[in-house]
């Protein structure tokens, strides 16, 4: 049985795509960086963060900083819940499960956004990147959560996009759902890992439905 649905934020509830590439360019250009030349609807993200590592200006640099203020001050006019998500999470709310964000982005943000996108949704946890925590896909803060709540290793699943998000679910021994209308790869989709790979937030609660995740 499953009482603790824990969510990655972008790519998985939250459309930042377009957003988040524009502020990341803009801060490149700002450090002499050339910026990323891709198209963001289909870009390669393993490719893209490898761009950014190599051009030293991975999470603990500078310029990840500066990415973040500016991002937390941009009006976000392309930002969204991805149709149908937050239909999906009034369900669930409503169905009792205990619902958490688990997100990479930093977590000052992930909260504004949360309050702002899904002001109806009650998260009881929000886990977002702090300075000298371990990060996705490492699985401290997904097992922060898990014990807080004092939850089972089986009462939980995890919603994520990507293959840091198959990895984290992995590392810290909970079943996944991998969505392919984020920022995953093909061999993301691949992978035998995830319960179930979902092309809609609708099917979430098909799975249910279903009998494939029990609550």
């Known amino acids: 049985m499953k009482r603790l649905f824990i969510f990655d934020l972008d790519g998985m509830i939250l459309d930042t795509i377009e ?31 490898k761009y950014l590592n190599d051009n030293n200006a991975g999470k603990k640099t500078q310029v990840y900083s500066r990415y973040i ?18 239909d999906v999470l009034c369900k669930l709310q409503q169905l009792g499960v205990i619902l958490a964000i688990c ?34 896909p490492d699985p401290f803060r997904l097992n922060q959560i898990i014990e807080s709540e004092g939850a089972e290793k089986s009462e939980v699943i995890y919603f994520g996009d990507k293959d840091a ?5 992995e590392n810290a021994g909970v079943d996944l759902v991998l969505v ?7 061999e993301d989709y691949a992978s035998t890992y995830p319960l179930r ?11 249910i439905n279903e009998g494939i995740i029990h609550i």
């Open 69 to 86: 203020e500016v991002f937390a001050n941009h009006p976000l006019d392309n930002t969204k819940a991805f149709d149908g998500m937050t």
């Open 180 to 186: 392919t209308y984020g920022q995953g790869s093909p």
């Open 165 to 169: 998000d198959i990895k984290v679910a």
């Open 19 to 49: 957003d988040s590439f524009n502020c990341v360019n803009q801060v490149l250009v700002e450090f002499n960086i050339a910026p990323y030349e891709a198209d963001y609807r289909t870009m390669h993200y393993p490719t893209f963060r």
């Open 103 to 136: 997100s990479n982005r930093d977590e000052k943000v992930v909260k504004k956004l949360t309050k702002r996108f899904f002001k109806d949704i009650d998260f009881k946890y929000i886990s977002g990147f702090r300075r000298g925590v371990p990060d996705k």
């Open 197 to 207: 790979v979902i092309d809609k937030p609708e099917e979430i609660m098909e799975l």
